[in-house]
C-alpha cells in the first residue's frame, strides 16, 4: 500500500482566491491522479499523470489545472475559487503493476 | 453517461448478518473490479479485486461474484461487523487503467 498524503484537509476560503491543493507519495510511482467528489455522487478523475512532465485532463472537464515537476508531488490549483468549487479532492496512486489505485485522506474544499 | 452502476443507495444490516452490495456496469472493455470502502472525510481505501477471468475472490470476510454475461457484480461481507459501516464504492476499469467509479452504498450495521 502507498504512503500518500494531501493537505491541507480542509480549507474554507472566499470566492476568487487563487488556492493549491498538495498531493505527494513516498513510493515513487509514475501513476498519479485527482478526483472530485460530492457526496452520494461517484468519483469523478479530472487529471491524470502518468509521470513527470505529462498530464492530462480526466473524464469531468474543471477549471483546475495540475503540475508533475517531480514524481513524488501532483498539486491541483485553482487560479479562481468559485462556490461550485466546493467538493472533496482526491488524490490517488496506483504503482502500474496492478490496478488498484491508493487514496491519500482527501481535502474537503468549501468556497464561500 | 455513467458506466458503472450502484442502484442500492442504502443498505441497513443487523450484525452478523451477511451484507450484499451489488454493482451493474455497461462497458464490455472492462475487464477488472475493484470494491473500496469509504468513511466520510477519509479517503477511499481499496478492499477486493476481481479479473474479468474470474468468477469470484475472496479474502476473509469479503467475497467478490462476478457475472460477465449479466455485467454484474456483487460483494458479500459476511458476518457483518458494526466497523463495516461505510460507504462501498464499485469501481471497473480496462487495460487503460482509468477507473471508472459508482456512486456508492451507504452500509448501516446495527446491532
Known amino acids: 500500500e502507498a504512503d500518500i498524503y494531501q493537505t491541507p484537509r480542509y480549507l474554507v476560503i472566499g470566492t476568487g482566491k487563487k488556492i493549491t491543493l498538495e498531493c505527494s507519495q513516498t513510493?515513487?510511482?509514475?501513476?498519479m491522479y485527482w478526483y472530485q467528489q460530492d457526496p452520494g455522487m461517484e468519483l469523478h478523475l479530472i487529471h491524470y499523470?502518468?509521470?513527470?512532465?505529462?498530464?492530462e485532463k480526466g473524464d469531468l472537464s474543471s477549471e483546475s489545472t495540475v503540475s508533475r515537476i517531480r514524481t513524488e508531488h501532483f498539486p491541483l490549483t485553482l487560479e479562481s475559487a468559485r462556490p461550485s468549487h466546493t467538493s472533496q479532492y482526491l488524490c490517488?496512486?496506483?504503482?502500474?503493476?496492478?490496478?488498484?489505485?491508493?487514496f491519500g485522506p482527501g481535502t474537503r474544499l468549501t468556497v464561500t | 453517461d455513467q458506466q458503472v452502476k450502484q442502484n442500492s443507495p442504502s443498505l441497513s444490516v443487523q450484525e452478523g448478518r451477511i451484507s450484499i452490495l451489488n454493482c451493474d456496469y455497461t462497458?464490455?472493455?472492462?475487464?477488472?473490479f475493484l470494491w473500496y470502502k469509504k468513511y466520510p472525510a477519509e479517503g477511499p481505501t481499496f478492499l477486493i479485486s476481481?479479473?474479468?477471468?474470474?468468477d469470484k475472490n475472496e479474502d476473509g470476510r469479503f467475497t467478490v461474484f462476478l457475472n460477465k454475461s449479466a455485467k454484474h457484480l456483487s460483494l458479500h461481507i459476511v458476518p457483518s461487523q458494526p466497523g463495516d459501516s461505510a460507504v462501498y464504492f464499485c469501481?471497473?476499469?480496462?487495460?487503460?487503467?482509468?477507473?471508472?467509479f459508482g456512486a456508492g452504498t451507504q452500509v448501516v450495521v446495527t446491532p
Open positions: 490517488a496512486t496506483t504503482s502500474g503493476v496492478t490496478y488498484e489505485q491508493y
Open positions: 513510493m515513487g510511482h509514475d501513476k
Open positions: 499523470s502518468y509521470g513527470v512532465n505529462s498530464t
Open positions: 462497458n464490455s472493455m472492462f475487464d477488472y
Open positions: 476481481i479479473s474479468s477471468i474470474k
Open positions: 469501481a471497473a476499469t480496462d487495460s487503460w487503467g482509468k477507473l471508472q
